[in-house]
């Protein structure tokens, strides 16, 4: 059974920092090359953060790059999104996203809420 399982959301302070996971199940996790998403109320879902089957080379949407990191261990079948010096837009469901490298098959987690609040 395919499982993407993520924690780390909940509610934190303008310029706070919070770290997420995705713990991954059911497939081969390093065939994978694994996302982040996020979606705010009333807006599209937005790809913020990817990473290749091995690590290295990362992407990242405008809106967070120099303060988010994705990372990957694939040892532990775990994904990371460490999240800094956060802003009140960055309020949204936070959702992991595993993507074969070759095959057109994909698995999504069911998400971890982020709120930004002061």
């Known amino acids: 059974q395919v499982q993407l399982v993520e924690s780390g959301g909940g509610l934190v302070q303008p310029g706070g920092s919070l770290r997420l996971s995705c713990a991954a199940s059911?497939?081969?996790?390093?065939?994978?090359?694994m996302s982040w998403y996020r979606q705010a109320p009333g807006k599209e879902r937005e790809l913020i953060a990817a990473?290749?089957?091995?690590?290295?080379?990362?992407t990242y949407a405008d809106s967070v790059k120099g303060r988010f990191t994705i990372s990957r261990d694939n040892a532990k079948n775990t994904v990371y999104l460490q999240m800094n010096s956060l802003k009140l837009e960055d309020t949204a469901v936070y959702s992991c996203?595993?993507?074969?490298?070759?095959?057109?098959?994909?698995?999504w987690g069911q998400g971890t809420q982020v709120t930004v609040s002061s």
């Open positions: 059911g497939f081969t996790f390093s065939n994978y090359v």
């Open positions: 990473i290749p089957r091995a690590g290295g080379s990362t």
């Open positions: 996203n595993a993507r074969h490298s070759i095959r057109p098959t994909a698995y």
